[in-house]
C-alpha cells in the first residue's frame, strides 16, 4: 500500500465528530439521569495535574456534576503502572502502558470501547489501541516525528534549512560544536523514555506496513531498514562526540530549560514537545519561536516525510467499578476538553487540521505517513518477537547501549551490536512464527 500524505496544513480529515455513547457499567443513576461516583485518574502529566488538569475536571462537572475526578500522577508512569496491572488497583482511567503492554493482552486489562468501524469514524489511529477489531484505548492526541532544535544555535552555527540526509545532518551537528559552545545534540540517556520516542520513526522510508515486515524480516538492522537508519544515525551522533559528555547525568526536565536556553542544539522527538520548550523558552525570558521543529534527514523521492502515530493510549480499567463515570470522562476529555490542542499537537478526532506548532513542517511540504493497522490476529507478533529475542524494541534499553558502546563504555560497535541483534530478531522471528 502507498504512504497515507497529508502535505502542509491541509486538513486531517473531514468527517462529523461523533459523541460516543456510554458503555454499561456499575454506576447508580444521580438525580440527574447521568453517571455519579467517583474516579481515579492515572496519568504522567505531573505538570498538568494541579492546573490545567484542574480545570478540565470543572468543565467535565458541568455537565456531569455527580462525577468526582481525581488524579494519581506518576513519575515514572511506565514502571509504576507495570507494577500495578499486576494487582487491580490501578485507577478507573489510565494511560495503557505503552512499553510493557502488547495488544493481545488489551483484553485482560482493559474495558472495551467499541469496534474500529465504529470509532474510526471520529477518532484516528484507532489501530493503535485495538485488538481483534475491538478498541481498548483511543489516542489522547498524535504526533509527527522529528528534532526539536534553537533556531539561534543553529543560526549561529550556519546551519539555516534541514538537513536532507545523514552525512549532512551530522555534519550540522559539528557545525554547531565547532562554532558554539552549545552541546549539539541531548540524548536523555537517564530518563530512558526519550530513546523510546526513536521507534516513531518506523515507516519514513518503508513505509506504512514496516511492522508487518519486520515480523518476517530475519535482519532488520540491515542498510535500507528505517530501524538501521535510525538507530544507526544514534549510535553515529554520539561516537562522534556530538552528544553531551556524559548522558547518564542527563535529566529530562533540565533539557528543556538547555534547549530553550541554547546550552543544548536539539533532539530527536515528537512534536508534542515543541509546547513544552516552546512554555520552558518563554520561562526563560526568551521568544517562543526560537524552538522549531525540522523532519528527520531522510528524503523519498526529493520530499522530507514524518511519521504520526498516537502519544498516548487513553483506557479504562477493566476492574472498574465505576465504569459508566470513567467512560462519560474518556468521552468528554477526547471530544472536549481540547487537551490536544493546548499541546499543539494532531488532534484525536478526524475532522481536525494541523496544528500550528508543525508551521516548519507546512513550509518544507512535508509529506506525513500513518501506518497502517496491524494484521488482524497479529497485532501482538511483532512483540512477541521482540520479547523472544530480548530486545527492546519500542523501548530504551537496547539503545542504551548502543550509546554506551558509541560512547565508549561498553565493548563493539555499530555493526556488531547490529550483527547481534540480527541474530537474536532472527532466531525470534523462526520460533515465534
Given at each position: 500500500m502507498t504512504p497515507h500524505?497529508?502535505?502542509?496544513?491541509?486538513?486531517?480529515?473531514?468527517?462529523s465528530s461523533l459523541a460516543l455513547s456510554g458503555c454499561g457499567g456499575d454506576d447508580t443513576a444521580s438525580g440527574t439521569g447521568g453517571p455519579s461516583g467517583d474516579i481515579t485518574v492515572l496519568t504522567n502529566r505531573t505538570d498538568l495535574v494541579d492546573t490545567t488538569f484542574q480545570d478540565y475536571v470543572e468543565r467535565f462537572q458541568e455537565q456531569y456534576p455527580d462525577v468526582d475526578v481525581e488524579f494519581e500522577a506518576l513519575?515514572?508512569?511506565e514502571g509504576d503502572t507495570r507494577i500495578r496491572l499486576n494487582s487491580r488497583d490501578y485507577g478507573d482511567v489510565l494511560l495503557i502502558p505503552s512499553s510493557n503492554v502488547s495488544p493481545d493482552q488489551y483484553p485482560d486489562f482493559f474495558e472495551p470501547l467499541g469496534t474500529t468501524d465504529e470509532l474510526g469514524d471520529t477518532y484516528r489511529f484507532v489501530g493503535d489501541g485495538s485488538y481483534d477489531g475491538t478498541v481498548?484505548?483511543?489516542?489522547?492526541?498524535?504526533?509527527?516525528?522529528?528534532?526539536v532544535f534553537n533556531r539561534d544555535v543553529f543560526e549561529a552555527a550556519g546551519v539555516t534549512e534541514p538537513p536532507a540526509g545523514e552525512e549532512e545532518y551530522l555534519d550540522a551537528l559539528q557545525q554547531v560544536k565547532d562554532r558554539t559552545d552549545a552541546i549539539p545534540y541531548y540524548t536523555n540517556y537517564a530518563d530512558g523514555w526519550p530513546l523510546d520516542t526513536l521507534a516513531g520513526n518506523l515507516g519514513n522510508q518503508q513505509g506504512p506496513d514496516v511492522v508487518p515486515e519486520m515480523t518476517s524480516d530475519p535482519a532488520p538492522w540491515t542498510e535500507g531498514n528505517d530501524i538501521y537508519a535510525m538507530d544507526g544515525l544514534l549510535y553515529d551522533t554520539v561516537a562522534r562526540g556530538l552528544s553531551e559528555p556524559d548522558p547518564t547525568t542527563t535529566n529530562w526536565e533540565e533539557s528543556k530549560n538547555l534547549l530553550a536556553t541554547?546550552?543544548?542544539g536539539s533532539m530527536v522527538l515528537g512534536s508534542w514537545a515543541i509546547t513544552q520548550m516552546q512554555?520552558?523558552?518563554e520561562a526563560a525570558g526568551e521568544e517562543r519561536d526560537v524552538i522549531g521543529f525540522w523532519p528527520m534527514p531522510w528524503q523519498t523521492d526529493g520530499a522530507f516525510r514524518s511519521v504520526t502515530a498516537t502519544d498516548k493510549l487513553l483506557a479504562i480499567s477493566r476492574y472498574s467499578e465505576n465504569k459508566e463515570a470513567a467512560r462519560a470522562w474518556v468521552d468528554w476529555f477526547e471530544t472536549e476538553s481540547g487537551y490536544a490542542e493546548s499541546q499543539g499537537a494532531i488532534s484525536p478526532l478526524q475532522?481536525?487540521?494541523v496544528p500550528d506548532t508543525l508551521?516548519?513542517?507546512?513550509?518544507?511540504?512535508?509529506?506525513?505517513?500513518?501506518?497502517?493497522?496491524?494484521?488482524?490476529?497479529?497485532?501482538?507478533?511483532?512483540?512477541?518477537?521482540?520479547?523472544?529475542?530480548e530486545i527492546t524494541l519500542f523501548g530504551h534499553e537496547y539503545r542504551q547501549e548502543l550509546v554506551d558502546a558509541a560512547r565508549g563504555a561498553a565493548d563493539g560497535d555499530k555493526q556488531s551490536i547490529f550483527d547481534d541483534l540480527n541474530r537474536r530478531w532472527g532466531q525470534a522471528v523462526t520460533a515465534v512464527r
Open positions: 500524505h497529508l502535505r502542509g496544513a491541509a486538513v486531517l480529515a473531514v468527517v513519575t515514572d508512569y481498548y484505548g483511543l489516542s489522547t492526541f498524535g504526533s509527527a516525528m522529528g528534532y541554547g546550552q543544548v512554555d520552558a523558552a475532522d481536525s487540521q508551521k516548519d513542517f507546512s513550509d518544507l511540504g512535508v509529506e506525513y505517513v500513518e501506518l497502517d493497522p496491524r494484521p488482524a490476529g497479529e497485532e501482538s507478533l511483532v512483540n512477541d518477537i521482540a520479547n523472544d529475542a
